[in-house]
């Protein structure tokens, strides 16, 4: 299946005015790395990959959004978020700026 090229033109967008920007293909998708870190990623069945963080990942789970997991196992501190959680350009600029925030955590 190919990914969402809609998804990936609106990360894109939001995503421009970060200096270190790269656009990688992976997860038969399209993932966006910030300062070297993969930050979002536009998966291959239309679903946002976001990296919060271990200790964020609870408080977001529920409704569209889950865990992470590849190959049976759970990705620490990444989300799966179903295509209708972002719709709205609004919700899916919070997303981003949750994961770019934490990627800005990192060393």
Not at 27 to 39: A, E, K, Q, R
Not at 53 to 80: S, Y
Not at 81 to 107: G, N, Q
């Amino acid at each position: 299946m190919a990914y969402d090229r809609e998804l990936v033109e609106r990360l894109h967008a939001l995503l421009a005015g970060e200096p270190t920007l790269e656009q990688r293909t992976m997860f038969g998708g399209i993932g966006f790395m910030v300062d070297g870190n993969l930050t979002v990623a536009a998966l291959s069945d239309g679903c946002l990959l976001a990296r919060v963080g271990r200790e964020r990942v609870a408080g977001f789970l529920g409704r569209g959004v889950e865990q992470m997991e590849t190959h049976g196992r759970a990705m620490t501190g990444w989300l799966r978020i179903a295509p209708e959680v972002c719709e709205e350009d609004d919700e899916l600029a919070a997303w981003v700026r949750h994961s770019v925030e934490f990627v800005k955590t990192l060393d």
